[in-house]
T-cell receptor, first 112, second 114 residues
Framework: AQSVTQLGSHVSVSEGALVLLRCNYSSSVPPYLFWYVQYPNQGLQLLLKYTTGATLVKGINGFEAEFKKSETSFHLTKPSAHMSDAAEYFCAVNVGNEKLTFGTGTRLTIIP | EPEVTQTPSHQVTQMGQEVILRCVPISNHLYFYWYRQILGQKVEFLVSFYNNEISEKSEIFDDQFSVERPDGSNFTLKIRSTKLEDSAMYFC????????????FGEGSWLTVV
């Protein structure tokens, strides 16, 4: 069975600083990995995904993530935080079946 | 851009009542899903639906839950006799294919059982 661990339920960074949200997964087969963002009172929006090929994937709003098989990680980064990045971020894994397994989420706060 | 739409956005119901949550998936998608998020907890898979039948369901999706695609556009989740612990945000989602493809989520229906 697959699982996802997101370290840090709350992360605060200053505006303009690096954003790093951590995600580790557990899977017995090659995974497909996703990051979703949830803004207040809104649904889940896909930021980026890794399926095959290049391990560094770029998404919307300047975010990117790198799939590291040896570390079973898929951390999300953005070089310079913006106030509009404040939201909850969810890492998720799919292992060839039809469901996504989500992490518990990380709430990102941007300090002006 | 096409999107998944859900109604109602918020519903309050008394314990024991039946609730139907409605969704219109993206029109050319083939796979449909319901997920739920209890306040403060992770998003959990409930059920997937393909070719007019349930293709996978979780342990949460017991006999009090059912799904239906009554016509070519709607996809519904019925909870037969609601319990307090059913209070959650319910997300409908759809995707063009299974595994590895992007699953597109609606904005959710917030269900409060009192």
């Amino acid at each position: 069975a697959q699982s996802v661990t997101q370290l840090g339920s709350h992360v605060s960074v200053s505006e303009g600083a690096l954003v790093l949200l951590r995600c580790n997964y557990s899977s017995s087969v090659p995974p497909y990995l996703f990051w979703y963002v949830q803004y207040p009172n809104q649904g889940l929006q896909l930021l980026l995904k890794y399926t095959t090929g290049a391990t560094l994937v770029k998404g919307i709003n300047g975010f990117e993530a790198e799939f590291k098989k040896s570390e079973t990680s898929f951390h999300l980064t953005k070089p310079s935080a913006h106030m509009s990045d404040a939201a909850e971020y969810f890492c998720a894994v799919n292992v060839g079946n039809e469901k996504l397994t989500f992490g518990t989420g990380t709430r990102l706060t941007i300090i002006p | 851009e096409p999107e998944v739409t859900q109604t109602p956005s918020h519903q309050v119901t008394q314990m024991g009542q039946e609730v139907i949550l409605r969704c219109v998936p993206i029109s050319n998608h083939l796979y449909f899903y319901w997920y739920r998020q209890i306040l403060g907890q992770k998003v959990e898979f409930l059920v997937s639906f393909y070719n007019n039948e349930i293709s996978e369901k979780s342990e949460i999706f017991d006999d009090q839950f059912s799904v239906e695609r009554p016509d070519g556009s709607n996809f519904t989740l019925k909870i037969r006799s609601t319990k307090l612990e059913d209070s959650a945000m319910y997300f409908c989602a759809s995707s063009p294919q299974s595994s590895g493809n992007t699953i597109y989520f609606g904005e959710g229906s917030w269900l409060t059982v009192v």
